[in-house]
């Protein structure tokens, strides 16, 4: 397994403040990812990042930023949290394409955040 | 956002029993994946298929990438009670510019001791 860490891994926070959620990985793997997961509605892409300072929006962005300023480090921020951004948020990484193993993506412990 | 059609959508079953689920897609993949999640955790992933046909075996689980390249299924055989969990597939295909994956929409096992 990859070691992926994510912290916080609990949050309670107020509407309309801003949350930031860091995900760190030891692999060196070239590709990151943030979702969230809900009930009914599976795993769905927030943000990817396809290296250091290249990331690009996944199918439900609106309302998150990402930032990969180092390869190990994927940051997810709520600018001004909503109570709809209450969920399970799941950062998960993947090796480049000249590795073995370069269609395996492996997932953190997730974080659980609530937005009263 | 697309996702593969998971069946079935939930599970229960009792201990000792065998298991069958599978995932198809409009679209060819050339890898299918298959994960578990347990309860408050990160999905796990438990086998993973490069080979159309190719048919794989992690202890009590069997998966096949289908001929076709647009579908797989996964057994359990003798289930366990912690067999419980969600099962996700995924595809992975090539000219994917992020490396993505698409995922179905789990299947929830429940094992009744």
């Known amino acids: 397994d990859a070691g992926i860490t994510q912290s916080p891994r609990h949050k309670v926070t107020e509407t309309g403040t801003p949350v930031t959620l860091r995900c760190h990985q030891t692999?060196?793997?070239?590709?990151m990812y943030w979702y969230r997961q809900d009930p009914g509605h599976g795993l769905r892409l927030i943000h990817y990042s396809y290296g250091v300072k290249d990331t690009d929006k996944g199918e439900v962005s609106d309302g998150y930023s990402v930032s990969r300023s180092k390869t190990e480090d994927f940051l997810l921020t709520l600018e001004s949290a909503t109570s709809s951004q209450t969920s399970v948020y799941f950062c998960?990484?993947?090796?480049?394409?000249?590795?073995?193993?370069?269609?395996?993506?492996?997932f953190g412990p997730g974080t659980r955040l609530t937005v009263l | 956002g697309q996702q593969l059609n998971q069946s079935p959508q939930s599970m229960f079953i009792q201990e000792g029993e065998d298991v069958s689920m599978n995932c198809t897609s409009s679209?060819?993949?050339?890898?299918w994946l298959w994960y578990k999640q347990d309860p408050g955790e990160g999905p796990v992933l438990l086998i993973a298929l490069y080979k159309a046909g190719e048919l794989t075996s992690n202890g009590r689980l069997t998966a096949q990438f289908g001929i076709t390249r647009k579908d797989s299924f996964l057994n359990i055989s003798a289930s366990i009670p912690s067999d419980v969990g969600i099962y996700f597939c995924?595809?992975?295909?090539?000219?994917?510019?992020?490396?993505?994956?698409?995922f179905g929409g789990g299947t929830r096992l429940m094992v009744k001791p």
């Open positions: 679209s060819i993949f050339n890898t």
């Open positions: 995924a595809g992975h295909g090539r000219n994917n510019a992020g490396n993505m994956l698409t």
């Open positions: 998960a990484t993947m090796p480049g394409e000249r590795e073995a193993s370069f269609s395996e993506q492996f």
């Open positions: 692999e060196n793997h070239r590709y």
